[in-house]
């Protein structure tokens, strides 16, 4: 007699053909863009940052889970290269190599494999081990090389502030946004990536093309990131129409720092998101509220990352209160 084997495992039991594995390599086809352009600005300084993070998550999962762990290793599932990839676009293109390794030890030995591995993780691995090293190390976090000067050339020695951050100072000590608008770059500028910032956040154009080759993949749904991009352009829309001596317009969040990036490369990590669309919508309106308080109240220039960071601590309640209708549920009709 032939007898079957019976599988049995957790929910969500989902009938597809598509891995884990699949889809760690459709984001890192879609974050080819971004690459090429943080290629183009920064030179062969944004190809050794990722080199060094990617090596090193590579590093970390499968020491740690052979030597330490002693389980079965994972790094050709995708998800190291990936952390690696994300930390890397998280790094201002000079910060200094034993940094970029110490951030892949945080992300892949504490953010990671500390809870259980990937599917385990709580928090996003790449951005808890960005918000460790500026809390860490703050001057290296927030020197910011200059990808162009006078619109010749690349010089990585050159620093300055981010667009957000210079808005931000420039607000702080009294100047307004038309007087500020001469010492930030344009709105093209910023589509483009002629700015400073992390390596992976420069170009809204890159990262839109990436984020539509997921959403067409259909490795992401597009609520989150269409939600949360929505929620910061309309809640900086408001303050921008009521003062927009003092406050900057809806694009200019959009396209600046890495909201972006954010949207669809890191709010939408699988593990660490809501599986309801109703969940996955509260979730981003969460992070972009987070975002713009912080961007606009808070200390630093730049919240998208303390945003999701937050979020993803509340998804376990999310879930709970968002979540599927169970099988065979009984149904109350209201009668007419």
């Avoid at 790449?126 to 200059?146: D, E, G, I, K, N």
Wanted: charged share 10%; with cysteine.
């Amino acid at each position: 007699m032939h007898m079957e084997t019976i599988v049995v495992s957790a929910s969500p039991h989902i009938h597809s053909d598509r891995t884990s594995r699949k889809l760690m390599y459709d984001v890192v086809i879609a974050l080819v863009p971004a690459f090429l352009v943080s290629l183009y600005l920064f030179g062969i300084s944004a190809f050794i940052v990722t080199a060094v993070a990617i090596i090193s998550c590579l590093f970390f999962e499968f020491v740690i889970q052979k030597y330490v762990l002693k389980t079965a290793t994972t790094i050709s599932d995708g998800s190291a290269l990936l952390t690696g990839i994300l930390l890397a676009f998280n790094l201002p293109s000079n910060i200094p190599v034993w940094m970029i390794i110490v951030g892949s030890l945080v992300a892949i030995g504490i953010a990671k494999l500390s809870f259980g591995g990937l599917g385990f993780n709580i928090f996003n691995p790449a951005l808890v081990a960005r918000v460790f090293l500026l809390v860490s190390f703050p001057v290296q976090m927030t020197s910011w090389p200059s990808p162009v000067v006078n619109n010749t050339s690349l010089a990585d020695a050159v620093t300055g502030a981010t667009p957000l951050g210079i808005v931000k100072e420039g607000l702080q000590y009294g100047e307004t946004m038309t007087e500020l608008s001469s010492k930030i770059p344009s709105l093209s500028e910023l589509f483009l990536g002629i700015s400073g910032g992390s390596i992976g956040e420069m170009s809204g154009l890159a990262l839109l093309l990436g984020g539509i080759y997921l959403l067409v993949r259909r490795v992401i749904s597009w609520h989150i990131p269409i939600t949360m991009l929505l929620t910061i352009a309309v809640m900086t829309g408001i303050f921008w129409l009521v003062d927009p001596l003092h406050y900057a317009d809806p694009l200019f969040h959009l396209f600046a720092g890495g909201a972006i990036l954010g949207a669809f490369f890191m709010a939408t990590d699988l593990v660490t998101s809501p599986v309801t669309r109703k969940g996955m919508v509260i979730f981003a309106v969460g992070i972009g509220a987070i975002t713009v308080v912080i961007r606009l109240f808070g200390a630093y220039p730049e919240g998208v990352s303390f945003a999701i960071l937050i979020m993803n601590a509340l998804v376990p309640l999310i879930n709970k209160y968002f979540k599927p209708r169970r099988f065979g549920e009984k149904i109350k009709f209201k009668m007419v």
